[in-house]
């Protein structure tokens, strides 16, 4: 199973308030926001999305409501992984019974599972439901490293398989999925550095949580690149890299500082994540000020 998934992908932030329940009214805002800016898709309950911190309720909730705002130009991947197999599994048939376009899986992480183990999972949730099956590759988040070969193998063998999102921070291994993958399967780029490097070298996208308040300049960048203008890209990529380093500590709130800053609310993390206190949140007004992006 496959499909046309290509371009720029957001991993959305999902906007908690501070009891840390979903924020509807903040959720279809942003949803809002990132479909009027022509981002190609947007990927909800990753690890920008905090995923794994919310209940199974909240996620379906959140699929429901991105269902809903996506317009037609604008792909919907949800991600349903998480250590328990019977939740992958229903929220597997929620996205399937919602309407979402594909799905993503990171493999289950506490017990660091082997390439034996991490094959029948990927089989299983590839049979859960008639959906396109993305595999979610971090292994900096997971302690689990899916080997190019391993996740070329799986994408042969499941045709429910249709790609793999790599955030393996490696480049190496990203070019080498690559030069292996199928000439109808995906592979898309987590780690934002190497977008315009990764397009050059043949990937087919990317998916990225810090193009959240930036969005513009992700969607510019792809452009370029297709249009050939490659110097021009290069700036755009060089932009991103330095607006992408102010947004990384503490994990994900700075990203919804940034949004803040753009009039967006974004709401809150939800524990075990922290908020920023106020002496970081003006460093960080200054820092994008100073940047021209804020």
Request: glycine share 8%; with cysteine; hydrophobic share 35%.
């Amino acid at each position: 199973m496959s499909g046309n998934y290509s371009g720029v992908f957001v991993a959305m932030v999902t906007p908690f308030n501070e009891k840390g329940e979903l924020d509807e009214a903040a959720l279809t805002s942003l949803v809002d926001f990132l479909v009027g800016k022509k981002v190609d898709g947007i990927y909800a309950a990753g690890t920008t999305g905090e995923g794994l911190l919310m209940t199974v309720g909240q996620r379906k909730r959140l699929a429901e409501i991105c269902r809903d705002r996506c317009n037609k130009n604008t792909k919907l991947i949800v991600h349903v992984g998480d250590n328990s197999i019977e939740n992958v599994r229903e929220l597997a048939s929620h996205a399937k019974d919602t309407g979402v376009d594909a799905i993503a899986a990171v493999p289950g992480s506490y017990y660091k599972p082997d390439e034996d183990a991490v094959r029948h999972y990927y089989s299983m949730v590839s049979s859960f439901v008639d959906l396109p099956l993305f595999i979610y590759h971090i292994p900096p988040m997971t302690g689990v490293q899916i080997k190019p070969e391993t996740a070329v193998e799986m994408m042969e063998e499941h045709s429910g398989i249709t790609g793999i999102k790599d955030s393996s921070g490696d480049f190496r291994n990203l070019l080498q999925l690559i030069s292996m993958k199928p000439k109808d399967r995906t592979v898309f780029c987590g780690s934002d550095d190497f977008l315009l490097a990764g397009l050059v070298s043949g990937m087919d996208g990317c998916v990225s949580g810090y193009s959240n308040p930036f969005p513009e300049s992700y969607v510019h960048l792809y452009k370029l690149f297709k249009d050939n203008e490659l110097g021009k890209a290069l700036a755009i990529q060089s932009r991103i890299s330095e607006m992408r380093s102010l947004l990384t500590s503490p994990p994900v709130q700075p990203i919804k500082e940034a949004l803040k800053m753009r009039g967006i609310d974004a709401g809150f993390v939800k524990p075990p994540l922290r908020r920023m206190t106020e002496k970081e949140i003006q460093k960080l007004k200054r820092n994008l000020k100073t940047r021209g992006a804020a």
